[in-house]
C-alpha cells in the first residue's frame, strides 16, 4: 500500500478502500481514484454552480473543493474533499448539510442516490 504524506488524505481514501471491498459499489472506487491521482487535477465547483444543477434534498460528493461564490437556494447534503468556510456557511444557511467520507458512506453504504459532481 503506497503511504501519503497527507494524512487526512490518506483515511480518506482508506475510508473509501473499505467501503468499496464491503459492499462492492463502484461510486467508492471511483472517488477514491479520483482523489488518489495529482492534487492539480482536483475539481473545482463554486456553491452557485451547485445551485443551478441541483434539486432540493440531493446527496453530492465532490472529489475536490467546493468555493463560496454564488448563492444556493435549496438543500442539499455535501460531501467534499476540501470546502472554504464560505461555502460551508451557504450550504449550512440554505438548510443543508456538510458532512464527511466517513458519515457519507455509513449513510449510504451501496452509494445509492449519491452524485459525483464537479
Known sequence: MVMYANTMLDNTLWTLRLAF???KAPIWRALEEE??????NRREINVGTLGEIT????VLVVP???LGTG???HKLTVCAYSLSEGAAKKIITAGGKVINFEDLVKKHPDGKG?????
Open 35 to 40: 482523489l488518489s491521482g495529482p492534487r492539480a
Open 21 to 23: 471491498k464491503k459492499t
Open 114 to 118: 449519491v452524485r459525483i459532481i464537479g
Open 71 to 73: 448563492t444556493l437556494g
Open 55 to 58: 434539486k432540493t434534498g440531493e
Open 64 to 66: 475536490g473543493k467546493v
